[in-house]
């Protein structure tokens, strides 16, 4: 024990400290998902949606897929309407001078180079800024604060997210120039969240923001010294149509190739802050490598499809695209992982009636894992809902922790590191266990009840 | 009971997240450490050595001082060669495009304004670089990793702070055209660690900066792909002397003024990338707040001076220039508290053997507080060791817990958010009880021993 361990010292001194997590993963038998990981985060780095990293991050799926023995492995192009991150920089310059972090959203209006400069209304909430008069806004930068708290199922970012979704186009619609937002996120860090926000129709977008939320914390102090604030915010991006995205698709075929397949996916565009590790290269990698391990002990019935959808973060482009694509083809059951790479703690079980020995099975399966039924109704995810909705499928949830999610989600700091490889492992291991009982149900019927 | 936690939340909708903070200080006897704190991280910010702003601090130091009835409050100036920061960024460019968190070192060569391309060169540690031969880096830009970790006596500083201190000046020697480092940190956010570089006498300087964690983390596993690394380096700042600098200081007088003062020390400047709660506004809270409880139940036999000094970060130009500027005052007894905010862990008490029952004075303050004695030698710290060494002075250390502390050092997460009240608060009741002995104290004799 003593020389193994001596051993292993040595080792470390001569490899960088990444590859320790990578020789953990290996022990656990997580090779496949991290290598996905490791892969898509370290050879391809940020797959901005419509960016040509996204494009390289196509081929390079295709060809790890072929690599791993998936079959009819291709790339279904789409184009977008994309955004394509300029200079992003803030400045407070009254009543003190602070420099403040911040992050253009997805689809932000576009200031000069210079940037804009004007006085801040500040909003403690969402209903303060739709409460506020009609034209009250004119010439001013509007910031919404507001206080998301980490949950374990997420649930934070229904409400909470709803001020980056909708925040700005309500403030332009007041008359704001620019507005920014305390980030949708849990985390202390000086790194704000991204993420895309939507225009009303008739709404002329304008330069909208995200602050880290040491940032926010500091202008609702700052609020309180009882002076005007100003704001210099420079966010030179744009909005640009036709840019190049697509899905990619491989299949692992079942012993009766004509049942319909079981659908898994994931995503595999990313913001373009970071490199996308848990949302969502983990997702990619949780899906194909259980796939892969639902093989073992014997080929399922039912082929299994994994879709690697693009240009989800900006709207669900590639779940789209794939229900268009794939309409004609009968499915039995979709799943997702896109929630990080922590322990799944609970499934959303949404099978027929007629199918409760199926989802008493997956629920045995999942038991002696620590793993328990949820009563939610499952959801899918935005790359599979389309087809769900479509063809009326059934659906299992592999819910995640989603203790730290939001820490790190469209951050800076969503990177490799952030992965636990015990629990991708355990990810691996769950959502397998679940696939070889679906993959294996002679009947999967389709959910006529209202969700 | 009800009612007013009724109230209470009532008040919480109305008031920003950030108050709740400021109110539980309050309550829990903080006010002036915590207002310190919070003032100079809202209304003035960062405090870079050399700059306006570490010169409006100044002057809210002095005023506060005056405010909270310290009496000889007086700025004594002196000039420095500071560092101005300008364009930070760098980006692989080969194998594979990432972009990387990237922050200048203090004293870093400049890049020109479209920066510096060079192929990397990977050192593991710090004696591999020290082991290149010379002119080995002529043309290329040389990456320096490491792997320090937490430890709650900040131990790890000492060892890897040196790669930021003297690695760049190596590099330069064999010929490199820029350096990256990890950063000496412990943490992973994608928030580099800033801090001064040293280059030896005859070697010309050179852009020199530091990688986050994650960053460094990404090198490491690229280099691992066995291919050539390319680099983009952009530091514009620039080395600049003469700029104006200064300290502040103040007094509590004793009952006895004409003996000799207990100086207690901290630093007013910080980094620029973020607004110096920890590093080191807590100091100068701590400290202060301490210096006026110690007056409460009667005022202390010794006037207590505090000490903001100037300009630490850059080479502890605050703290020659108190020694030089007062050395011909007899001085009792020096502390200084620069390591954060979290609580105080255990005492390095450096008296002369004659002051033994002074010294278990301070034991016997502390050791309810569940606060221990050091078998370590006390160090005072940047801003007073020089006078300590001059006057061969008594020192307290009161050693605070530094599990975070790296975390947070030199990075733009050192913000007010990350100060406990709670631990702030501890801080202040145990200098206070330490200073109420030795301000008290009828002699204190200098200490000869060696340190």
């Known amino acids: 024990m003593r020389n193994k361990l001596l051993a292993l010292a040595a080792l470390s001194a001569l490899i960088p400290a990444a590859a320790h997590a990578e020789d953990a993963a290996r022990n656990m038998g997580g090779d496949v998902a991290w290598d996905i990981v490791s892969g898509l985060t370290t050879e391809i780095g940020q797959r901005l949606a419509g960016s040509p990293r996204e494009a390289a991050a196509r081929d390079w799926g295709k060809a790890r897929l072929e690599k791993l023995g998936f079959v009819n492995v291709a790339i279904e192009p789409f184009s977008i309407r994309g955004y394509v991150r300029g200079t992003d920089a803030a400045m407070l310059t009254a009543p003190v001078p602070q420099h403040l972090a911040v992050a253009a959203l997805g689809y932000s209006g576009t200031t000069p180079d210079a940037g804009i400069e004007a006085e801040v209304v500040y909003f403690h909430t969402l209903n303060d800024l739709k409460a506020a008069p009609a034209g009250s806004l004119a010439g001013k930068i509007a910031f919404i604060d507001h206080a998301m708290r980490a949950n374990q199922d997420g649930s934070g970012y229904g409400p909470y997210g709803q001020v980056r979704r909708v925040g700005p186009s309500i403030a332009a619609s007041k008359g704001a120039v620019g507005v920014v937002i305390r ?75 004509k049942l319909p397949p079981v659908l898994v996916g994931c995503h595999l565009d990313s913001w373009d802050l970071a490199t996308g590790a848990i949302d969502n290269a983990a997702g990619c990698a949780i899906v194909t490598a259980a796939a892969l391990k639902a093989q073992a002990g014997g080929k399922p019935l039912r082929t299994i499809r994994v879709l690697w959808a693009g240009s989800e973060e900006l709207g669900g482009f590639g779940g789209a695209a794939y229900a268009k694509a794939h309409a004609a083809e009968p499915h039995a059951l ?33 038991n002696p894992m620590g793993i328990v039924a949820s009563v939610d109704v499952a959801q899918g995810g935005t790359d599979v809902e389309p087809i769900i909705a479509a063809q009326h499928l059934a659906v299992i949830d592999m819910a995640q922790d989603g203790t730290r999610y939001f820490d790190l989600h469209h951050t800076p700091d969503d990177t490799l590191d952030k992965i636990d490889p015990a629990q991708l492992a355990q990810n691996v291991d769950a959502w397998a266990a679940v696939l070889r009982v679906v993959a294996n149900a002679p009947s999967i019927a389709p959910v006529t009840s209202a969700k």
């Open 334 to 366: 979709a799943m997702e992982s896109d929630f990080g790479a922590d322990r799944v703690w609970k499934a959303r079980i949404n099978l027929a009636p007629a199918d409760k020995a199926t989802a008493d099975a997956v629920i045995a399966a999942l």
């Open 183 to 257: 980030s949708a996120g849990t985390d202390h860090n000086r790194d704000p969240h991204t993420g895309a926000t939507n225009w009303a129709a008739g709404v002329t977008p304008i330069p909208a923001g995200a602050l880290s939320n040491p940032d926010a914390d500091l202008i609702a102090r700052t609020v309180r010294l009882g002076k005007p604030l100003r704001l210099t915010l420079t966010l030179t991006g744009h909005t640009q149509d036709g840019l190049p995205s697509g899905n990619v698709i491989g299949e692992l075929p079942g012993r009766d190739p």
